[in-house]
C-alpha cells in the first residue's frame, strides 16, 4: 500500500458523459500527478499539481480537467467522454515537485466508456 | 523527440533463470531513472531508483540496475527469477524541475515455473 487512495476503483459510462475521480495522496505529500494508462499510448502523464496549483501539463485534452483542493486531495475531470478515454487513470504523489522526488502511485481508477 | 525505450515488450522464461530487461532515453542533462512493477491487476510500485552516485543501484526483491550515462542506458536485472515476478515492468525517466515522469512502454514478464 502506497498511501496514495483512489475512487472509485471502477467506473462504467456512457459516451458524451462526464465522470469525476478523485485522488487523496500520501500524507504529507504536497504534490500530484495524474497519469492515463491505456493500450495504445501506454503510460501518458497528464497534470501536476503543487500545492493546489498546476505546475505542469502533459498530453491532457481539453475535455479533461483537474483541480487541488486545499486539503491537498485532487480531482480529474472528464467530460464528453468517447470510447477512446477508456483507461485506466492513476494518481501519484510526492512531497514535492523537482528532480529528485519519488512519485508513489495509487491503485488506479479504471474507466469503461461504452 | 525525447523518449525513453524499453527493448522487449514481452520476455518468457523460466524460474531460476536470470532476468535482463532494457531501457534506453533519449535526453541530455541531468536525469532521475526509476524502474516500476505492477503486478497483474495492481498499481505502480517503485523496484529501484538512480539519482546520483553508484551507478549500480540495488532494489527491492533482489532486483538491480546499472546506470551507464555514456551509452543512456538503464537496464535492470535479477539473477533468479521466481513465478512471483510475473509482472509488468516499465522504465521512467525524469529530466524536468517539476518532476514529471517519462514512461517507456512496459515489458510483460512472465515466469513459468
Known amino acids: 500500500d502506497s498511501g496514495v487512495t483512489q475512487t472509485p476503483k471502477h467506473l462504467i459510462t456512457a459516451t458524451g458523459q462526464r465522470v469525476t475521480l478523485r485522488c487523496s495522496p500520501r500524507s504529507g505529500d504536497l504534490s500530484v500527478y495524474w497519469y492515463q494508462q491505456s493500450l495504445d499510448q501506454g503510460l501518458q502523464f497528464l497534470i501536476q499539481y503543487y500545492n493546489g496549483e498546476e505546475r505542469a501539463k502533459g498530453n491532457i485534452l481539453e475535455r479533461f480537467s483537474a483541480q487541488q483542493f486545499p486539503d491537498l486531495h485532487s480531482e480529474l475531470n472528464l467530460s464528453s467522454l468517447e470510447l477512446g478515454d477508456s483507461a485506466l487513470y492513476f494518481c501519484?504523489?510526492?512531497?514535492?515537485?523537482?528532480?529528485?522526488?519519488?512519485?508513489?502511485f495509487g491503485p488506479g481508477t479504471r474507466l469503461l466508456v461504452l | 523527440a525525447q523518449s525513453v525505450s524499453q527493448h522487449n515488450h514481452h520476455v518468457i522464461l523460466s524460474e531460476a533463470a536470470s532476468l535482463e530487461l532494457g531501457c534506453n532515453y533519449s535526453?541530455?542533462?541531468?536525469?532521475?531513472l526509476f524502474w516500476y512493477v505492477q503486478y497483474p491487476g495492481q498499481h505502480l510500485q517503485l523496484l529501484l531508483k538512480?539519482?546520483?552516485?553508484?551507478?549500480l543501484v540495488k532494489g527491492i526483491k533482489g532486483f538491480e540496475a546499472e546506470f551507464i550515462k555514456s551509452k543512456f542506458s538503464f537496464n535492470l536485472r535479477k539473477p533468479s527469477v521466481q513465478w512471483s515476478d510475473t509482472a509488468e515492468y516499465f522504465c521512467?525517466?525524469?529530466?524536468?524541475?517539476?518532476?514529471?515522469?517519462?514512461f517507456g512502454a512496459g515489458t510483460q514478464v512472465v515466469v513459468t515455473p
Open positions: 501519484a504523489s510526492s512531497p514535492r515537485p523537482g528532480l529528485q522526488e519519488t512519485q508513489y
Open positions: 538512480y539519482f546520483s552516485g553508484d551507478p
Open positions: 535526453y541530455g542533462g541531468t536525469v532521475n
Open positions: 521512467a525517466v525524469n529530466a524536468n524541475s517539476w518532476g514529471k515522469l517519462q
